[in-house]
């Protein structure tokens, strides 16, 4: 089955861009998603990719897929401390539904 | 609103006792989800339902029984509640081929 792994931490200052990365096993993801998680609330999506593209820009978030490396990277330009949350990268693989999320990374923005 | 909302948002309770957790969504998607979020904030799928049809049951105890009387409802019975399903529950819905939107979550806490 997919297998999806983040790096737990990651700390910087306000202002810098932060990159949290992610690599997934299965090489028949179609989709990959980014989402957000707030201290005690749900899950917001972010933004997602589809595997056919290498990358794409949403404002302050870029998405970028290398699908030959199985890597998938979000970088968030202008870090606010409102960016302080746990960040989830997840994929669905081939024509089904299940969504097989990483285990998350611990963004810290510091002042 | 438009939402995927879930009730109760709390829920404790005694271990050995039965509860419900209910999901409704009124985007009109045809899938849905129950995740479990345990305390190391790891998130896994539980179960999804298409069109009242179940579709996904991973490895879960059989004292976990999902419900939809309708494609908008998916509700989660647990019975003799153990001190290991504390955690918060995640129900989510989406369109074919579109992400999942997640409701807030469900805490449970067994005492």
């Known amino acids: 089955g997919e297998d999806v792994e983040q790096s737990l931490f990651l700390s910087v200052r306000e202002g810098d861009s932060s990159v949290i990365n992610c690599t997934y096993t299965d090489s028949s993801s179609t989709y990959l998603y980014w989402y957000k998680q707030e201290p005690g609330a749900g899950l917001q999506l972010l933004t997602y990719i589809f595997s056919n593209m290498d990358m794409k820009q949403d404002q302050r978030l870029t998405v970028l897929l290398n699908k030959k490396d199985k890597h998938l990277s979000l970088r968030i330009a202008d870090t606010q401390t409102g960016d302080s949350a746990i960040y989830f990268c997840?994929?669905?693989?081939?024509?089904?539904?299940?969504?097989?999320f990483g285990t998350g990374t611990q963004l810290k923005v510091e002042l | 609103d438009t939402a995927v909302s879930q009730t109760p948002k709390y829920l404790v309770t005694q271990m050995g006792n039965d509860k419900s957790i209910k999901c409704e969504q009124n985007l009109g998607h045809d899938t849905m989800y129950w995740y479990k979020q345990d305390s190391k904030k790891f998130l896994k799928i539980m179960f999804s339902y298409n069109n009242k049809e179940l579709i996904i049951n991973e490895t879960v105890p059989n004292r976990f029984s999902p419900k939809s009387p309708d494609k908008a409802h998916l509700n989660l019975h647990i019975n003799s509640l153990e001190l290991g399903d504390s955690a918060v529950y995640f129900c989510a819905s989406s369109q074919e081929g579109r992400p999942q939107h997640f409701g807030d979550g469900t805490r449970l806490s067994i005492l």
């Open positions: 997840a994929a669905i693989t081939g024509g089904g539904n299940k969504l097989t």
